[in-house]
């Protein structure tokens, strides 16, 4: 057996005892009955301060407090693991929303209606990212997706309006293209950067990531294949994850890029650079982008205190409140998941509509794949890579990417 199989098996064996003795004992070494406790990746010293004044705020009310412990992204499912071996899992678990179909599949969490949780409005989008096999398990109070982000000057000088089909996209990037500066930039980068940026051309040309072979996907690595051969994007974009494509927005070596709402605050402090954001051109014009929805869920750990269970699921609804979900998208600029806060959020910053417009089209990664998507990630990731760097066609990258996602490897 190829030694990542083994390793992901490893994992969800160990996940799935974890989680199961979680099931059978519960949380009985939390110290304070008072206390409500959530496991994040808020690691970024303001994010996380934001983040507890709105617990502190939802939690006052209840007679409890609310104690965060925040490890970086990559490393929750690891300590998640390590609490639930020794009985004390958080009340509140947020996982990123590819993550939620493993702890699922292990029945160590509360279906969100179960626990009480309010998910009324929430958009399709939001639910398929924090749902596995049709019950929903997690909750996203504000969620992120890609955008086309162009430079307003470079376009206005080429006498130019932002590209809405591949057809414009190659034209437009080609006429960009002078001197120093590439018309368009992307991440292609082997791992999440790059499949999370090639998945809007993918799932908009039909792609199916359950059967990747099936042909209706490939224009999308020919059209990555045709930037790149001519010219109109660097070649180096196979080793530039998204930060490394910003740098090269803001430096003018590219006039248009491919991002996420989390690069605004970088972009905002550039006072001379003028940028706007744009729908992600699509194969064939009216037909809306289908991008990949991104960010964290919250969800609740399976224990047999109902109580504690209850009393998190307060917490997430009232964090859920319209005022709350705009105020908290406002903070970390991502797009609201509840309908009527997405469409204040939009009224507030009309600069960033495009992004909560394609949250309302976009869908999870793991909603046709389950908890096999790590391995498929892997396949698509291995297919554009071998596309761009000349060693096969689209075609034949993709049937190899579903030969190998078939078999784990």
């Known amino acids: 057996m190829h030694p990542t199989r083994r390793r992901r098996q490893a994992t969800a064996a160990l996940l799935a005892a974890a989680m199961a003795a979680t099931a059978l004992t519960g949380c009985a070494s939390v110290p304070d009955p008072g206390t409500i406790t959530v496991l994040n990746s808020a690691t970024d010293s303001l994010e996380h301060a934001q983040a507890q004044q709105f617990f502190d705020q939802c939690a006052k009310p209840l007679g409890v407090k609310v104690r965060q412990t925040s490890v970086p992204a990559d490393q929750v499912v690891s300590k998640a693991l390590r609490m639930a071996s020794s009985h004390s899992l958080t009340d509140i678990l947020e996982l990123d ?26 958009s399709g989008s939001a639910v398929t990212m924090g749902s596995f096999k049709g019950t929903q398990y997690g909750v996203a109070r504000a969620v992120n997706s890609l ?10 000088q080429a006498g130019l309006e932002p590209p809405t089909t591949w057809d414009e996209l190659k034209a437009t990037a080609k006429k960009l293209t002078h001197g120093s500066t590439f018309g368009m930039a992307f991440s292609a980068t082997p791992d999440a950067d790059g499949v999370y940026q090639f998945l809007p051309f993918f799932w908009s040309a039909g792609g199916d990531e359950a059967h990747l072979d099936d042909g209706k996907g490939a224009p999308a690595l020919q059209l990555w294949k045709d930037l790149v051969a001519q010219k109109s994007a660097s070649s180096a974009v196979v080793t530039w994850n998204q930060q490394d494509v910003n740098d090269q927005f803001i430096a003018g070596r590219t006039a248009m890029m491919v991002n996420g709402p989390w690069q605004v605050p970088v972009l905002g402090q550039h006072k001379d650079l003028h940028w706007a954001v744009a729908p992600i051109p699509v194969p064939q014009a009216g037909k809306p982008p289908v991008p990949p929805i991104g960010g964290t869920v919250m969800t609740i750990p399976r224990t047999d205190d109902k109580d504690r269970q209850h009393t998190a ?3 997430i609804n009232c964090l859920n409140e319209r005022r709350n979900q705009v105020a908290w998208g406002e903070a970390v600029n991502n797009v609201p998941t509840v309908a009527a806060a997405t469409e204040q959020y939009k009224k507030q910053n009309p600069k960033l509509a495009a992004f909560a417009d394609e949250v309302a089209t976009a869908r999870s990664r793991t909603d046709r794949v389950g908890a096999n998507w790590p391995v498929v990630s892997d396949a698509l990731a291995g297919a554009f890579q071998s596309v761009l760097t000349g060693r096969a066609s689209a075609q034949s990258a993709l049937a190899r990417a579903q030969a190998r996602a078939a078999s784990g490897e």
């Open 147 to 156: 955008a086309l982000i162009y430079n307003v000057d470079l376009l206005k």
């Open 313 to 315: 699921a307060r917490i």
């Open 97 to 122: 929303g590819s993550e939620v179909p493993q702890f699922a599949d292990t029945g160590g969490l509360v279906p969100v209606r179960q626990a009480g949780v309010d998910v009324t409005g929430m």
